[in-house]
């Protein structure tokens, strides 16, 4: 949280007229944070802010009077905590049942080159992608992880554990 100096940041309509207020703007939507304060918090904008990663992390955001000189209003927040830890819902991709032969089969009755002809390479990745995620759901099943497999990445298996293990310890 903080003073983020970023006036002309509408953060209700996602509109900012400054090159450098849209680039923080960007960058707070793909970390997939969350802004908390609804009013303006210094002169009708609002530079103050809470971000946060986590959906009702923050609550009972209230805006008060200035301290001393400010300009800026104090910002009062709960930082809220869950009762219990939920349980993760990941799926992935079940590759040792999945039916490669009618995978590979309905890709390639797809006419590549008319599908792509004329494109530019944006455009070729979004029809590329949908030709490719549509078999994808018929012919590769997913699977549940729980919660104890999804806290660590599926590449890091015991040998890499072991390893990385061995060099803190070196």
Known sequence: MGDFNHPDNCWGDSAA?????????????????????????????MQDLILTDKEGLVGDVKLKGSLGCSDHKMVEFKMLRATRRACSKLTTLDFRRADFCLFRDLLGRIPWDKALEGRGAQDSWLIFKGHLLQPQEGCIPKQ?????????????NKELLGKVKHKKEA
């Open 17 to 45: 007229e400054r090159k450098q207020s849209r680039k923080f703007r960007e960058c707070v939507n793909d970390n997939f944070l969350l802004q908390e304060i609804e009013k303006p918090t210094r002169r009708g904008a």
């Open 144 to 156: 549940k992880k729980s919660s104890k497999n999804t806290k660590r990445p599926p590449w890091m």
